[in-house]
């Protein structure tokens, strides 16, 4: 009987600390929301079970949204911005302060993201796209990023990660991960490469960006 006790206080025990990670999680302020989700479109959070990504679905800090080959998501930011995923692409909302200035970093692990950043209350945009081997930051901008690895590309033999950058409007700022401080701006209309760990190639290879 005494066992018997001791199990049932444990399995209590472990359903109201899940309630309440739960309770907690979903008390997260939400980062933004999917305004359209089209084809294979998941969103990860945490260790739970992926869920389908459709209009009007909250994303959070720590989210990671995946799309099939067909997929394709546009989020709407809690400050005003917009970021669309194209097909085959792996993305991370890092961190998201609600605060206009507070910093925003998102991670873009493969495929093409576009990032449409605004400034909000009289306030630069704070902003950051992560690849895994560079950085772009900007303070309002159009842009294009994309990722691609264990790819061969013509004059870089030995290399197969590479970094695209796409700028329309605004500037962008770009360093490698390996050698933040040797970093350069890409003005609009230009584009910039990054090969491995660098250096950056500018007027790199151009982005097969959609048409809108």
Same mark, same amino acid.
């Given at each position: 009987?005494? $066992? *018997?006790?001791?199990?049932?206080?444990? /399995? !209590?025990?472990? #359903?109201? !600390? /899940?309630?309440?990670?739960?309770?907690?999680? +979903?008390?997260?302020?939400?980062?933004?929301?999917?305004?359209? =989700?089209?084809?294979?479109?998941?969103?990860?959070?945490?260790?739970?079970?992926?869920?389908?990504?459709?209009?009007?679905?909250?994303?959070?800090?720590?989210?990671?949204?995946?799309?099939?080959?067909?997929?394709?998501?546009?989020? /709407?930011?809690?400050?005003?911005?917009?970021?669309?995923?194209?097909?085959? +692409?792996?993305?991370?909302?890092?961190?998201?302060?609600?605060?206009?200035?507070?910093?925003?970093? #998102?991670?873009?692990? +493969?495929?093409?993201?576009? +990032?449409?950043?605004?400034?909000?209350?009289? /306030?630069?945009?704070?902003?950051?796209?992560?690849?895994?081997?560079?950085?772009? =930051? #900007?303070?309002?901008?159009?842009?294009? $990023?994309?990722?691609?690895?264990?790819?061969?590309?013509?004059?870089?033999?030995?290399?197969?990660? !590479?970094?695209?950058?796409? #700028?329309?409007?605004? *500037?962008?700022?770009?360093?490698?991960?390996?050698?933040?401080?040797?970093?350069?701006?890409?003005?609009?209309?230009?584009?910039? $490469?990054?090969?491995?760990?660098?250096?950056?190639? *500018?007027?790199?290879?151009?982005?097969?960006?959609?048409?809108?």
């Amino acid at each position: 009987m005494h $066992t *018997t006790r001791i199990i049932r206080i444990a /399995a !209590f025990l472990t #359903v109201a !600390f /899940a309630l309440e990670g739960a309770c907690a999680w +979903s008390a997260e302020p939400a980062a933004g929301k999917i305004v359209t =989700a089209t084809g294979q479109v998941s969103i990860q959070r945490g260790s739970a079970a992926p869920i389908g990504a459709k209009s009007g679905v909250a994303v959070r800090s720590g989210d990671r949204v995946i799309t099939g080959a067909d997929g394709h998501v546009v989020i /709407a930011m809690s400050d005003q911005s917009q970021l669309e995923l194209f097909s085959s +692409s792996n993305f991370t909302i890092d961190q998201y302060g609600k605060d206009a200035d507070a910093p925003k970093r #998102v991670g873009l692990f +493969s495929g093409l993201l576009r +990032s449409v950043v605004k400034a909000t209350g009289g /306030a630069p945009a704070n902003f950051q796209v992560h690849t895994p081997n560079a950085v772009a =930051a #900007v303070r309002g901008t159009e842009w294009y $990023t994309g990722y691609s690895g264990n790819e061969e590309r013509p004059g870089y033999l030995g290399c197969d990660r !590479f970094t695209d950058i796409s #700028v329309l409007s605004g *500037t962008v700022n770009v360093a490698a991960v390996q050698a933040p401080d040797q970093n350069m701006d890409v003005e609009p209309g230009h584009e910039a $490469t990054l090969p491995c760990d660098g250096p950056w190639v *500018t007027g790199g290879r151009e982005l097969p960006l959609p048409n809108h």
